[in-house]
């Protein structure tokens, strides 16, 4: 049965929990419950035990697999606790909203690939599949994307970012 909860926000970090998280996201949200999305987390009792002993006892913490979060909770604004969705690669964010878990905003804070093609800010580094999945986010599923490290820094939008590399309308 899927279950609503008060999604504030969906982020993309290829760091998952860390100070940022917890130490400005999630008291600028007031948020309660954080839950990390990832097919390498999930499952793997070491790399659980880590996360669960950064995050404070008093936010609820649940680690999925892509494929059972996204046929187990639906995006909502209201009602429940308020979390925090991450995601750990921009991949697995466009494989949870073509299984269902549709959002409307997408905040990306860090993301370091090799084989990056664009620096898109200090710590956006995109490769060409990146690209083309946040293409296909804004594009085709109208999501917006914004590039913010932490809740007082001033967002870049991430089509004035791509503007020049792949002709998309700012």
């Not at 987390?41 to 649940?62: H, Q």
Request: with cysteine; aromatic share 8%; proline share 3%.
């Amino acid at each position: 049965m899927a279950q609503d909860l008060n999604i504030a926000l969906v982020r993309v970090d290829n760091r998952l929990v860390h100070g940022q998280i917890l130490e400005a996201w999630v008291p600028y949200i007031k948020a309660q419950c954080i839950i990390v999305v990832d097919d390498n987390i999930s499952g793997d009792v070491f790399s659980e035990t880590v996360i669960r002993m950064a995050v404070p006892s008093e936010i609820e913490l649940i680690i999925n697999s892509v494929d059972d979060f996204a046929q187990n909770y639906i995006f909502a604004h209201d009602g429940g606790k308020k979390t925090i969705v991450l995601f750990s690669n921009i991949a697995d964010v466009c494989r949870a909203f073509n299984l269902g878990f549709h959002f409307d905003k997408l905040n990306i804070g860090n993301i370091h690939n090799e084989e990056y093609k664009i620096c898109c800010s200090p710590s956006v580094f995109l490769c060409d599949k990146e690209i083309r999945d946040i293409v296909t986010l804004l594009e085709k599923a109208g999501v917006v994307i914004e590039l913010k490290r932490v809740p007082r820094e001033r967002a870049i939008n991430i089509r004035e970012a791509l503007k020049d590399y792949c002709n998309i309308k700012p």
